[in-house]
């Protein structure tokens, strides 16, 4: 009892502090943070540079996920527009789930081990992968063959079920969500690629790219306690990725977001890339045959202003392999 | 060979026992594979014993090969193989290396401890209970004893080291959250680690020669050994330093004595003898000892363990067969009621998979928190009194903590007494251990109005399904049938304090049905973009 007392003391106390004073104070002893920060150039400003040249959305189909991305970041603009030299990445995929590859309910690690890959080529100094599994995570890792595929192309592969490497953030335009604890790697990274498996979903409807961000944090359930769809939107806010790659190779149709068994996937060999995490939704729910306007999060998500979810106003590059 | 190598074979073997079961027991990731989980333990007295009556398998014959040994060669198991006995030899050489002159004495047995405490196990286990098996068990002693205290030990040790490399960057170790159980179940591991360490420092080994069972029956078989620890008259000057390093008090200068029954084979004697005079003989050559009356000594110990023997896989076998029986005929499985209340009503707690059901599971189980360790949801903790108080210290599935994975059956695998049985992956998939029981009263649809949904999202069968509620919003589901019991809805669910959905054990493990499967219309990869 007297330890709760404690450390609900602590969680308070951390929750006053600000995201950034909090990493000076509480992470500013480690010189990595210290040198992120101060490297920091934020890829958006560049993003603006370029965008009338480059579309706001890129839907690639056809091939294999490794092919369908080198495809589709070209037509964005290359890695080189999102990773600087000497960044620190740090990518997101869906490792939720204690299954096989063809189960389709996590992120495809050929496409994992490309995107890192690539990242390497635009000089990344560290690319990490982590998500925060909902099945145990050593096994979950492993079976979705993410862990082999990122470490294989040299990415350091970090857990994400570990509360001591969560971080209070105060989102200040949350409507439900006002502070949340996000993972460390999140916080201190460069650049924030998050790369969603599209599946059917029985609590959200799908999980793509918006969904996928319930990955970065620590107690999720009080979400599902606390407005679902609302907090989904909040979160994005605050802490928005740089790019969003949804991976629509093999897509598991319903019974998500687990799956019983392979009959629940099809293969459709898509992939949808954007910065705008609600434009890249709301094509991704199309995939699934279903209207962006029947989804909670994604239009509140377009309301809040995070994103765009109208696609006719978007520049879409369509490419097939 | 000389004897005086003898000692060192002994301290080779007892090590690798020592550090592989350590290992196994603080090892939470499992990097072991289970066959060396198999060979360590297999030799363990108790759990061979009941593997062998709960599977009736020549793979759980270990403990013939003890009796075997012991029958051979005297109790060289309390010294080699238990992993409690040679605990103490490295608290007594700590203690040696720490304390000057420490000097063991001769003391006479405590038969008004060790029979009592060697028969009343017994007679528990014959009339159904495992209880004080569970309580005495070396093996699983030790186990709760490594597992409770010094793994949380480990696991701190690997989470500094890990945030350590972590700041090096270096992704290699990786923390892993610390699960207590309920305080009250570490009270009797750290009280027999406590014994134990008392014991080994004030009496030696007075833990193997007054408390633990093993040791009295394997003292009761080494009468008849082949091989002793025997003092050769003619050579032996009464000096004194054997009786002085024998951990066991057990001999005798005065007379030349040295009572087997409680030798734990350490062959500490012999290698500080100056004369060779205390030696390791064959027994029939050597009649040392006068008044030794060997040959109704001998009978009277056959007897005995004859009676044991023949009581364990007679007796108990056939009042096992008898309840299942009881449980399986006549007496209706229970059902599952819907409670009205918003306060979940548990008929039973839930036992692993594998464990056939609660009967099956507390009447073999001796709490030895292998499984427990092993674990990697850590879903399996230690009981307080879910199963009982008999049942003390018993694994269970406790769904606050986590739940348990669809795809792993690790505890079936390193399970050492067949209290949970070796189950493959898809037969696991099947076992329902527990149905779902859902109160729409307490769901978050229901009286908040916002989607949820976590419960099915986590469900691996699908047992738990959203259905359309109102316009926006869809609500749980269940359909118990294909139900495993996994608890990924009750440790999922949201609502506070109570959950609105939750896992009734099984008393008797069933088969769930398979969720029925139909083909997806694959999409045709050449029409347009849909966007």
Partial sequence: MRAVIFRNFVTIYLLRMERREFIKKGLGAGILTGSALALKPYPKSFARHHSNQVPDLVAVKGGEPGVLFDKGILALGGMKKYVKPNQNVVIKPNIGWDTSPERGANTNPELIARIVEHCFSAGAKTVYVVDHSTDEWTRTYKNSGIEKAARGAGAKVATGNSESHYHPVHVKNGKSLKNVLVHELILESDVFINVPVLKDHSSTMVTAALKNLMGVVWDRRWWHDNNLHQCIADFPTEIKPDLNIVDAYRVMKRNGPRGVSVSDVVTMKYQLLSEDIVAVDAAAIKLLGREPGQVGHIRIADQMGVGTVDLTSLDISRIEV | ?531
């Avoid at chain 2, 000594?297 to 007796?315: C, D, S, V």
């Avoid at chain 2, 139900?483 to 959950?499: H, I, L, R």
């Fill in chain 2, 1 to 531: 060979m000389k004897q005086i190598h003898l000692k060192k074979i002994r301290v080779i073997i007892a090590l690798i026992f020592f550090l592989s079961l350590t290992f196994f027991f603080i090892d939470f990731r499992k990097h072991l594979p289970e066959f060396l989980y198999d060979s360590f333990s297999y030799l363990q007295f108790i759990p061979s014993i009941l593997k062998f009556v709960s599977m009736l398998s020549i793979s759980a014959s270990g403990f013939i090969i003890v009796l075997v040994l012991t029958s051979v060669f005297g109790r060289i198991y309390c010294s080699s193989i238990c992993p409690l006995g040679i605990l103490q030899d490295i608290i007594s050489w700590v203690n040696k290396k720490t304390r000057r002159k420490f000097r063991f004495r001769y003391t006479s047995p405590v038969n008004y401890l060790r029979y009592p405490l060697l028969a009343l196990p017994v007679v528990f286990y014959l009339a159904g209970s495992v209880f004080l098996l569970l309580l005495l068990d070396p093996f699983s002693n030790f186990g709760r004893i490594v597992s409770d205290i010094f793994q949380p030990v480990y696991l701190g040790i690997n989470n500094a080291g890990s945030r350590f490399l972590e700041k090096l960057n270096v992704y290699f170790l990786y923390p892993e959250d610390i699960t207590f159980a309920s305080w009250e179940t570490y009270i009797f591991p750290i009280f027999i680690l406590a014994l134990v360490i008392w014991m080994t420092v004030s009496k030696g080994r007075l833990f193997c020669n007054s408390v633990c069972p093993v040791g009295t029956l394997l003292g009761l078989l080494s009468r008849i050994s082949v091989f002793r620890i025997s003092m050769l008259k003619d050579q032996c000057t009464q000096c004194g330093k054997c009786a002085v390093v024998c951990k066991s008090t057990c001999i005798r200068i005065k007379d030349l004595n040295v009572d087997f029954s409680r030798c734990v084979g350490c062959f500490n004697c012999i290698s500080v003898c100056p004369e060779a005079a205390i030696k390791y003989v064959r027994n029939k050559r050597q009649q040392v000892i006068p008044e030794e009356p060997g040959s109704r000594e001998r009978r009277e110990a056959i007897q005995t363990l004859g009676l044991i023997l023949f009581g364990i896989f007679g007796f108990r076998r056939k009042l096992y067969s008898q309840d299942i029986q009881q449980d399986g005929i006549p007496v209706v499985p229970p059902q599952n009621t819907f409670p009205t209340e918003i306060k979940p009503e548990k008929n039973y707690p839930v036992s692993p998979p594998g464990s056939l059901g609660i009967d099956h599971f507390t009447g073999t189980c001796t709490a030895c928190h292998l499984c427990v360790s092993a674990c990697p949801t850590q879903v399996l903790q230690p009981s307080l009194l879910e199963y009982g108080f008999t049942g003390i210290m018993q694994p269970y599935m406790n769904y606050n903590v986590n739940y348990c994975n669809f795809e792993c059956v690790i505890c079936s695998e390193v399970c050492p007494t067949g209290a949970i049985l070796s189950l493959s992956k898809e037969a696991k998939k099947i076992t329902q251990i527990g149905q779902v029981v859902f109160i729409l009263e307490s769901c978050i649809v229901y009286t908040d109005n916002t989607s949820c949904g976590s419960c099915s999202e986590h469900c691996p069968t699908k047992a738990v399904k959203m259905v359309p509620y109102t316009s926006a919003l869809t609500i749980p589901e269940t359909n118990p049938d294909i139900c495993v019991g996994c608890g990924a809805c009750e440790y999922a669910c949201p609502t506070k304090p109570y959950k609105a959905i939750y896992v009734d054990g099984h008393s008797i493990h069933k088969v769930a049905k398979e969720p029925e499967t139909e083909e997806l219309e694959q999409p045709d990869l050449e029409e347009d973009f849909p966007f």
